[in-house]
Antibody, heavy 118, light 107 residues
């Protein structure tokens, strides 16, 4: 089970931190991902972090503005979002990968809505 | 970046019909393709991984095949509960990329 939180209405240029709680499995054994979906649009992969947290990857659209991190002692995944733009408006999902970074997503959270608007 | 082109973008079929969706990768991704089902207002659900492996608990009317650059997803007998949008995704390389989705409706 994955439980996202932190979505909100934020002004352009603002910041937000999303969280994804991951009880019920060995969180530290899995790479984790953030995926977003703008209203009525396709899924867009945002970011990926390795199981240890030592490696992270980003979509070009968020590189330099978003930071993915994890706390394996608390079983929580984070996404720090800075310099938010209107085009970042979307439902953000956390998704479980696998023991390697390139893996299908076998569990998804319910999503948290981020709206960037003045 | 690897581009995933999915077709058709939407389709309408009758209950019991065979439905096929295609996904084409812009370069060879071997078998590293998954298929997801998303019903309105819900999170995506994994159906198929490694191009043709059925996820545990997924009904056997769902199947998929392909390798390299051409992949196919099939519903052998469309059921009312299959109304959803289906997405393919490659995980051969970062950035991970999704297809544009296929919306399946009942005729």
């Amino acid at each position: 089970q994955l439980l996202e939180s932190g979505g909100a209405l934020v002004q352009p240029g603002g910041s937000l931190r999303l969280s994804c709680a991951a009880p019920g499995f060995s969180f530290s054994n899995y790479a984790m991902n953030w995926v977003r979906q703008a209203p009525g649009k396709a899924l867009e992969w945002v970011s990926l972090i390795s199981s240890s947290g030592g490696d992270s990857y980003y979509a070009d659209s968020v590189q330099g503005r978003f930071t993915i991190s994890r706390d394996n002692s608390k079983n929580i995944l984070y996404l720090q979002m800075n310099s938010l733009r209107a085009e970042d408006t979307a439902t953000y999902y956390c998704a479980r990968g696998g023991p390697v970074i390139l893996h299908q997503f076998d569990h998804w959270g319910q999503g948290t809505l981020v709206i960037v608007s003045s | 970046d690897i581009q995933m082109t999915q077709s058709p973008s939407s389709l309408s079929a009758s209950v019991g019909d065979r439905v096929t969706i295609s996904c084409q990768a812009s370069q060879d991704i071997s078998k590293y393709l998954s298929w997801y089902q998303q019903t309105p207002g819900k999170a995506p659900k994994l159906l198929i991984y490694d191009a043709s492996n059925l996820e545990t608990g997924v009904p056997s009317r769902f199947s998929a095949s392909g390798s390299g650059t051409h992949f196919t997803f099939t519903i052998s007998s469309l059921q009312p509960e299959d109304i959803a949008t289906y997405f393919c995704q490659q995980y051969d390389d970062v950035p991970l990329t999704f297809g544009g989705g296929t919306k399946v409706q009942i005729k």
